[in-house]
């Protein structure tokens, strides 16, 4: 349960993508990037773990409800708005991708 600013330059999530990518993150690297910030006990990297876990990865994240996510410690209103909002991104791409190639 280190926080990320304890973490080496080159080993923090935000600083790795802008180094090297966003391709070469992890999927709880990325999730921590878009919390933003841990909370009292957990950094962003545990609580995206976290999550990860609980939901099986990002599919299984999608098309949960608010109360589904609010049973993990430490999500707040904000980060349960982020979460949701890069859900709903996620799946505008995939919807407007399968249109492109005339699949829905």
Do not use: C, W
Not at 23 to 44: H, P, Q
Request: charged letters at 35%; hydrophobic letters at 40%.
């Amino acid at each position: 349960m280190s926080k990320i600013k304890d973490l080496p330059l080159e080993e923090r999530p935000r600083e790795k993508l802008l180094e090297y990518g966003a391709d070469k993150l992890s999927d709880a690297e990325l999730l921590a990037i878009i919390l933003g910030t841990g909370v009292k006990g957990k950094s962003a990297l545990d609580l995206a773990d976290e999550i990860l876990n609980k939901f099986g990865g990002f599919k299984g994240m999608s098309g949960r409800d608010f109360e589904d996510f609010k049973k993990i410690d430490g999500l707040s209103d904000a980060k349960l708005a982020s979460i949701s909002a890069m859900l709903e991104i996620s799946s505008r791409i995939v919807r407007q991708v399968l249109k492109d190639y005339h699949i829905i």
